[in-house]
């Protein structure tokens, strides 16, 4: 199994980009799809989620900025990051959260956000 992410930079404070997950070994349409973050010396935290039905949830912390989305064609989840801060600067992690709960992460990509 392998998700591997790309799409994270440096970006300036209120700038946009867009993270992709692509991956491989999973039945991706029967999985439940996250994205998740980690500053330095913080605990991973949950950012958003697409069930394998396509509901999205968000945490209040980049909802109405950030759209998670999927491509089951392309075994792809995105990302879509809008009004970018400083806070948001992390390493990013893509999960996939399989129907049997066997759980797979990304090695993660660095989004960093200048003031």
């Known amino acids: 199994v392998q998700l591997v992410e790309s799409g994270g930079g440096l970006v300036q404070a209120g700038g946009s980009l867009r993270l992709s997950c692509a991956a491989s070994?999973?039945?991706?349409?029967?999985?439940?799809m996250a994205w998740y973050r980690q500053a330095p010396g913080t605990q991973r935290e949950w950012v958003a989620t697409?069930?394998?039905?396509?509901?999205?949830n968000y945490a209040d912390s980049v909802k109405g900025r950030f759209t998670i989305s999927r491509d089951n064609a392309k075994n792809t989840v995105y990302l879509q990051m809008n009004s970018l801060k400083p806070e948001d600067t992390s390493v990013w992690y893509c999960?996939?959260?399989?129907?049997?709960?066997?759980?797979?992460w990304g090695q993660g990509t660095q989004v960093t956000v200048s003031s």
């Open positions: 999960n996939a959260l399989g129907v049997e709960g066997i759980t797979y």
């Open positions: 070994g999973i039945i991706f349409s029967l999985n439940d």
């Open positions: 697409i069930t394998r039905g396509g509901t999205t």
